[in-house]
């Protein structure tokens, strides 16, 4: 049995991360049209491997670029869900948000024969809406949550916060979650990005980051007998030589201290197994 589960997913936003952010002049948008060119390298050093990884993929992205999604999926890798427009669901009012989801799986159903299992909230920015949206339209598991780094949990609907009060928590749901870190994404490690509010640095040697990715996974084998880590990445990120070649040798160094692979509808299946809902 599978100890030490690590999923490697890919956000496929190509240009579409850009447009939702009003970056809409020729640069911005060639940045997103290197998620392409860099679509080929991916799978084929998946491949390599033999990993089935998880591509989250925004309506935008299926549309815009069909034959790249189709030789994504076609290789055998799962298609999940990451909004419309990259919009981030905080941003949109209840009916936006319920069309872009239903939009979005239309066309994974088109490619892939059924509707997305995994939803990955544009941003991580999940809205008061979205659990119960996802929970209406039959997901089962979010990856958009930072509540653990190793172990999945049921994702709780309901909550109260409020500032001047301790903090109520709803009920769990059948609602999987599968938790991601900022730590564990490519893009604020690596991507410059300068707006009129805001600068995001990045551009931090593959080799450093390469090192907190492979020790996080080794303090979960020594602080967990089971447990599912999961790494972000972005084709236009990732996709660059430096950094293919840090992650061609997390890959390795993963696969020989014993990582098991899942795609994460895989690994969500597994902890529901291993945990059954009670609720």
Request: charged share 25%; with cysteine; glycine share 8%.
């Amino acid at each position: 049995m599978a100890t030490h589960i690590v999923t490697i997913g890919f956000d496929f936003d190509a240009m579409s991360g850009f447009i939702s952010r009003g970056l809409t002049s020729p640069t911005p948008i060639s940045r997103g049209e290197f998620g392409p060119v860099a679509v080929p390298r991916i799978l084929d050093l998946l491949k390599k491997y033999k990993v089935r990884s998880s591509w989250f993929v925004p309506g935008h992205t299926l549309e815009t670029y069909p034959d790249e999604c189709r030789r994504v999926f076609e290789a055998g890798h799962e298609i999940g869900h990451h909004g419309w427009t990259h919009m981030p669901p905080n941003d949109m009012t209840r009916e936006q948000e319920e069309a872009g989801l239903v939009r979005a799986n239309e066309q994974i159903r088109k490619l892939t024969g059924r509707y997305a299992r995994g939803y990955r909230s544009p941003s991580w920015d999940l809205s008061p809406n979205s659990v119960e949206l996802m929970l209406k339209h039959g997901f089962f598991y979010d990856s958009s949550m930072m509540g653990n780094d190793h172990m999945p949990y049921r994702v709780r609907q309901g909550d109260i916060i409020e500032l001047e009060k301790p903090a109520v928590f709803g009920k769990e749901t059948p609602l999987i979650e599968l938790p991601v870190s900022w730590s564990l994404d490519d893009y604020p490690h690596f991507e410059f990005l300068r707006t009129k509010a805001t600068i995001l640095p990045g551009l931090m040697n593959a080799e450093a980051v390469l090192g907190n990715w492979i020790n996080d996974f080794r303090y979960m084998k020594s602080l967990t007998t089971w447990g599912i880590l999961n790494y972000t990445f972005h084709p236009f990120v990732i996709g660059r030589g430096h950094r293919m070649m840090a992650l061609e040798s997390l890959l390795r160094m993963l696969s020989e201290e014993g990582a098991t692979f899942m795609a994460m509808e895989d690994a969500a299946g597994v902890y529901d197994k291993k945990h059954p809902f009670k609720g």
